[in-house]
């Protein structure tokens, strides 16, 4: 038999899920049981937000390397789920 206990907890704007789950095994003599608790800290369910929605530029070919442009993105989520990567790809 298997039985799952779940608890949620919200601190800020970050989910907290517990499981509890209780296994019982018998072989009709002796029965033992256990609960294993499983937590979910996190879940990448927030997309990340950037400072622009959309931003169009134009370099010319022969253009001295330098920054042309700058922008921010920000993810809700926390540790890894929270990283945020760039990639310019033409």
Same mark, same amino acid.
């Given at each position: 038999m298997i039985k799952v206990a779940l608890f949620k907890f919200y601190i800020g704007h970050v989910v907290? &899920? %517990?499981? &509890? +789950?209780? +296994? $019982? =095994? $018998? /072989?009709g003599l002796l029965r033992g049981f256990t609960d294993v608790i499983v937590y979910v800290t996190d879940v990448n369910d927030n997309p990340p937000t950037f400072s622009q929605s959309q931003s169009t530029i134009s370099v %010319?070919? /022969? =253009?001295? =390397? @330098? +920054? %042309?442009?700058?922008?921010? =993105?920000? #993810? #809700? @989520?926390v540790g890894h789920n929270a990283l945020v990567t760039y990639a310019l790809i033409g």
């Open positions: 907290t &899920v %517990i499981y &509890v +789950v209780t +296994v $019982s =095994a $018998s /072989n %010319i070919e /022969n =253009a001295p =390397a @330098d +920054v %042309i442009m700058t922008f921010t =993105a920000h #993810d #809700d @989520d």
